[in-house]
């Protein structure tokens, strides 16, 4: 089974309606982070959380809004969606850097390709 | 403003034909820079981390080098399967920033 999964893989929904992209992993990482992949433009960070109690925005987080229901569930919604929000969605965790490391690894899920019609 | 770039933006080999890929950064305070590969439809795949000028790190028929100033991906004597999408990151600040480049797309024919 896969570590980081990601539902739907596939959404296609009408400008102005709400939707929500879920992500669960089993890999028991505390950090876990949510961003969008464009064309040309590489992949951009939205939201991002330490630990449940813990939510920080990214570079691009207007017009998102996330929720860390659990250690292993961070969920991102686009209250109102609009077409430049049609991009690939990535969910990927980290584990908290310790004895001596300097970084930790982001290890990413299999995306949600989102359209807005 | 951190910045990360690729180049080339596409690159196309023969089976066995040895070459690099270039991924240059201008970031404050690096704490790693970071390798990926991504198959299309597929999410980014952790290939290499290195941390500090001179590391090298290999897998297989890719090897890793990190600068001062940039970071190369060598390739040597691909294989179709090495057909993809290879991205690199640099890792700055306290919050994981993860600041992407755009990729380079390399094609391996035989």
């Known amino acids: 089974d896969a570590d980081v999964t990601q539902t739907p893989r596939n959404r296609i929904t009408k400008t102005g309606k709400r939707i929500m992209l879920e992500c669960s992993q089993t890999?028991?990482?505390?950090?876990m982070y949510w961003y969008r992949q464009d064309p040309g433009l590489g992949l951009r960070l939205i939201y991002y959380?330490?630990?449940?109690?813990?939510?920080n925005k990214g570079e691009i987080s207007d017009g998102y809004s996330v929720s860390r229901q659990a250690q292993a569930k961070f969920s991102l919604s686009l209250e109102s969606a609009i077409p430049n929000q049609t991009a690939l969605y990535f969910c990927?965790?980290?584990?908290?850097?310790?004895?001596?490391?300097?970084?930790?690894?982001?290890?990413f899920g299999p995306g949600t390709r989102l359209t807005v019609l | 403003e951190d910045q990360v770039t690729q180049s080339p933006e596409a690159l196309r080999l023969q089976e066995g034909e040895s070459s690099s890929l270039n991924c240059s950064y201008t970031?404050?305070?690096?704490?790693?820079l970071f390798w990926y590969r991504q198959d299309p439809g597929k999410g980014p795949e952790f290939l290499f981390t290195?941390?500090?000028a001179g590391e090298e790190k290999e897998k297989e028929r890719l090897k890793a080098t990190l600068t001062k100033k940039e970071s190369f991906l060598h390739i040597t004597a691909p294989k179709p399967e090495d057909s993809a999408t290879y991205l690199c990151?640099?890792?700055?600040?306290?919050?994981?920033?993860?600041?992407f480049g755009t990729g380079t797309q390399l094609k391996v024919e035989l």
């Open positions: 990927a965790t980290s584990d908290f850097p310790g004895g001596g490391q300097t970084t930790d690894t982001q290890y």
């Open positions: 890999k028991g990482h505390d950090r």
């Open positions: 959380s330490f630990d449940v109690k813990d939510i």
């Open positions: 970031v404050s305070g690096l704490r790693g």
């Open positions: 290195l941390y500090s």
């Open positions: 990151a640099a890792l700055t600040g306290g919050g994981n920033k993860l600041t």
